[in-house]
T-cell receptor, first 112, second 111 residues
Framework: GENVEQHPSTLSVQEGDSAVIKCTYS??????FPWYKQELGKRPQLIID?????GEKKDQRIAVTLNKTAKHFSLHITETQPEDSAVYFC???????????FGSGTRLQVQP | DVKVTQSSRYLVKRTGEKVFLECVQD?????MFWYRQDPGLGLRLIYF???????EKGDIPEGYSVSREKKERFSLILESASTNQTSMYLC??????????FGPGTRLTVT
């Protein structure tokens, strides 16, 4: 089955700086990689995803990159703001059972 | 907007009780999932279902069962609750795109 590793577990940045969270996966056939943001006391919300036919996707201050050869993908947040503070989860599709496998999460703290 | 709802936000049960957690989605999604969320462990898949009457074991199915009698409803059952099942339980649904939408979660405490 799929195994997803996520680093770092915690990340503290100054407002305006960039933040990068990295994930690796094991299933070479995996073709869907979403990122979720979970604010305190709330449900995880999909913020961006990428499919294996592209190497990068951007949405305003958020971007995701995918390296299929190395089996890793990353979330990049530029010009961070205090409201970006949350736990972020990466995930990869386990193609065998058509279900997502999640990383262990990164707690991002943006200091004003 | 996809709406996924769960029957309770907070639940307190005693050891040995039978516990039902219900999840309903209103987007006609084929796939439904149950996760538990514990600090530092991320979201771990308990059970999932591709269709009515179908169920598949996830990574941590021990001590749990599920029921999917209708397409929109997916129930998680703890046959005999134990203290190590104290956790946040999250339901999710998706269609063929695999984009998952989560419910608000149920924080279960077993005493």
């Amino acid at each position: 089955g799929e195994n997803v590793e996520q680093h770092p577990s915690t990340l503290s940045v100054q407002e305006g700086d960039s933040a990068v969270i990295k994930c690796t996966y094991s299933d070479s056939a995996s073709n869907y990689f979403p990122w979720y943001k979970q604010e305190l006391g709330k449900r995880p919300q999909l913020i961006i995803d990428i499919r294996s036919n592209v190497g990068e996707k951007k949405d305003q201050r958020i971007a995701v990159t995918l390296n299929k050869t190395a089996k890793h993908f990353s979330l990049h947040i530029t010009e961070t703001q205090p409201e970006d503070s949350a736990v972020y989860f990466c995930a990869a599709l386990d193609t065998g059972r058509r279900a997502l496998t999640f990383g262990s999460g990164t707690r991002l703290q943006v200091q004003p | 907007d996809v709406k996924v709802t769960q029957s309770s936000r907070y639940l307190v049960k005693r050891t040995g009780e039978k516990v039902f957690l219900e999840c309903v989605q209103d987007m006609d999604h084929e796939n439904m999932f149950w996760y538990r969320q514990d600090p530092g462990l991320g979201l771990r898949l308990i059970y999932f279902s591709y269709d009515v009457k179908m169920k598949e074991k996830g990574d941590i199915p021990e001590g749990y069962s599920v029921s999917r009698e209708k397409k929109e409803r997916f129930s998680l059952i703890l046959e005999s609750a134990s203290t190590n099942q104290t956790s946040m339980y999250l339901c999710a649904s998706s269609d063929f795109t695999h984009e998952q939408y989560f419910g608000p979660g149920t924080r279960l405490t077993v005493t």
